[in-house]
């Protein structure tokens, strides 16, 4: 892309001059996507949300990682850190890090322009963008599944006129799907799911106070086996706090990765390799290796709590895939944002 281009999106969301900040994220989502079928597979996303409303095309994965993404109109998800944002003149200030979350902030009154000001931002990082092949996880209610599944190739056809990408069916053992390939050989998959409106209620959480909360209660709400009567004993006996619950794939990363030793960190990959596991409930159909579980126990001196059964967890999501889903409202005022809640 180019950088006139990258200018106009900021400029267009966050208004002229604005914090190095995001453009030095934007440089860096540009470094780490560089030729891969990331930017065109946003692109149609982009199409999807504006052809059959953003309500309606639910996007998970690491796509909700990316500003860039997110400033081309593939995912109401930002990844920032909490700030202040203008819904008038665009007036954006970041001295906001004493939040964990963007929309745990409240309401505020631009000092440039008296408008009102909201916050965002969810701090994700977009290491995601580099460390896998370029996947987009779709949900569509049913009754349009067919139309959306339609629409895409028809959208190449007409994006595409000088012939350099190639759209086909891809399946494997985890998902069915359309495969993007580049003429440059570079590949991309776009799955398309049912929405899931089934998701069923947990007992037992804790009180929920924060926006930050209700999103560690919908991860284990949507994840399958991540919430079970260990954690429950575990909070109430004092040993693991609710936010430190493995109810996210990032959460796996984080864990290994905060006892991996610095050096180490680059060179084994394990956190990563880990997590992948989880994400793919390799542990939860073939148990974790006892030589994994000594590593992690003996090694990196990860909490018992953590070890075997809580990475066994069948299916885990991503973080920033709670901020995308529309079916959850996670508090009173997040209503106008589009969320409901079942928990």
Not at 11 to 25: F, T
Not at 32 to 52: I, N
Not at 171 to 177: C, G, I, N, R, V
Request: some cysteine; charged content about 25%; overall charge negative.
């Amino acid at each position: 892309m180019q950088k006139t281009l990258l200018v106009k999106l900021v400029e267009e969301y966050y208004g002229a001059g604005k914090s190095e900040r995001v453009y030095g994220r934007l440089a860096e989502e540009m470094r780490l996507v560089g030729r891969s079928t990331w930017m065109p597979l946003w692109r149609c996303v982009a199409a999807l949300r504006q052809e059959f409303g953003p309500e309606n095309v639910l996007v998970l994965g690491s796509t909700n990682d990316s500003l860039l993404a997110c400033l081309l109109g593939a995912t109401s998800v930002n990844p920032l850190p909490p700030y202040y944002r203008c819904n008038n003149c665009h007036y954006t200030t970041f001295n906001c890090d004493h939040y964990e979350d963007g929309w745990d902030m409240p309401d505020a009154v631009c000092p440039a322009c008296g408008g009102s000001m909201e916050g965002d931002g969810h701090r994700l990082s977009s290491r995601s963008l580099a460390m896998r092949l370029p996947d987009i996880s779709l949900r569509v209610p049913d009754e349009i599944r067919q139309l959306v599944t339609d629409f895409i190739p028809d959208y190449w056809q007409r994006m595409d006129e000088n012939g350099t990408l190639t759209l086909e069916p891809y399946s494997d053992e985890e998902l069915t799907a359309l495969r993007l390939v580049q003429s440059d050989g570079q590949q991309g998959i776009i799955e398309i799911g049912a929405l899931r409106d089934d998701a069923p209620a947990l007992e037992g959480l804790p009180p929920l106070t924060t926006t930050y909360h209700h999103i560690k209660a919908m991860g284990l709400q949507l994840a399958e086996g991540a919430w079970s009567r260990a954690e429950q004993i575990a909070i109430h006996r004092g040993d693991v706090d609710f936010l430190d619950v493995i109810a996210f794939r990032e959460d796996v990363y984080d864990l290994i990765r905060r006892h991996t030793p610095p050096k180490a960190r680059a060179e084994n990959g394990i956190p990563w390799q880990i997590m992948e596991a989880v994400r793919k409930g390799k542990y939860a159909r073939c148990g974790m290796p006892e030589e994994l579980k000594r590593y992690l126990s003996c090694t990196l001196r990860l909490p018992k709590y953590y070890i075997g059964a809580r990475f066994c967890a069948v299916r885990l999501i991503t973080r920033c895939a709670i901020s995308e889903n529309r079916q959850y409202e996670m508090t009173p005022s997040l209503v106008k944002r589009g969320f409901t809640c079942h928990t």
